[in-house]
Each structure stands twice: as C-alpha cells, then as structure tokens.
C-alpha cells in the first residue's frame, strides 16, 4: 500500500514538475517553446508515467492477488487436514490478504484520479499560457495600428504642408 501511495505521489510530482520543464518542448528548435509546444510535451510525460505507474500498480495488484490465492489453497489445505490451529491461522492469513489486495485496488484507482487531475490541471494551464498569448499578440496589433495610424497622419500632415508650400 505504501509503494503505491508512493508511486502515485511520484507520478502526480513528475506530472507537475514536466510543467516546468520546456527544454525539451521545443520541436522545432527555435529556443522557443510555444503554448502547443508546452502542452504536447506535458501531455507526452504524463502518458509515459501514467504508463509506468500502471504497469507497477497491475504487477502490485497481481502480487496481492496471488497471495489471495495461496491464502485460500492454505486455508483449503488446513480444514482438509482437520488441523484448527492452521486453519485459524489460514483464515487470519487470507483476511490479511484480501484486505491488502482490496487497498491495492483501491490505490490503483486513486492513482488513476490523480494522474487525471493532472492532465486537467496541464491542459488548463495551457489553456491560460494560450490566452495570455492571444492577448499580448492583441496588445501588439493594436499598438501596431496605432503607430501606424500616426505614422499616416505625420504623413499626411506633411504632405499638406509640401502642397501648401507648394501652392506659395
């Protein structure tokens, strides 16, 4: 139980911790790492933890299992043979081991949430990178027009003045 509560922190810190880690975002090596970019790699990392977090909870909960399993043939074995003391023990024993397989489980699927929220938590992140984006490209586009704007008017004041020097 604590290896999987272990590993689930693990995954939930990698996940956060590839937030922060654009180096090896940039695709197409401009030093750059774009908001697409960023969610792409996140996005990356996390399925490969996810992958490696399921893959030892599955092998945990095999194991659980198994002992499950065994607990029971002891269990059969003791009540066959008529020895109480065994079978006492039996029981304790597959008691012990469905309440650790039902924990297993039970990790499994808290390490399936967590690994969900950080998705969410990646994808809303981007999101919001994306919209401060947006909005500084706005902010760009408008200070453009305006200086462009002015720009046109410094020209056009000019050229009044030329047609008027002109006309004298």
Known sequence: MKKIALLAFVVSSLTFSACNNPSSADKNHDGDTTAGEHLDHTLETIDEHAAHARAQTEKDLADAEAKVNQAKADLEAAVERGD????????????????????????????????????DTAVEASKRAADKTGQAIDKAVDKTGEVANKAAQDAERKAKNIKEALKN
């Open 84 to 119: 109480k003391k065994a079978e006492e023990t039996s029981r304790k024993a597959l008691d012990d081991a469905n309440s650790a397989w039902e924990r297993t489980k039970a990790a499994l699927g808290r390490a399936a949430d967590a690994t969900g929220r950080g998705i």
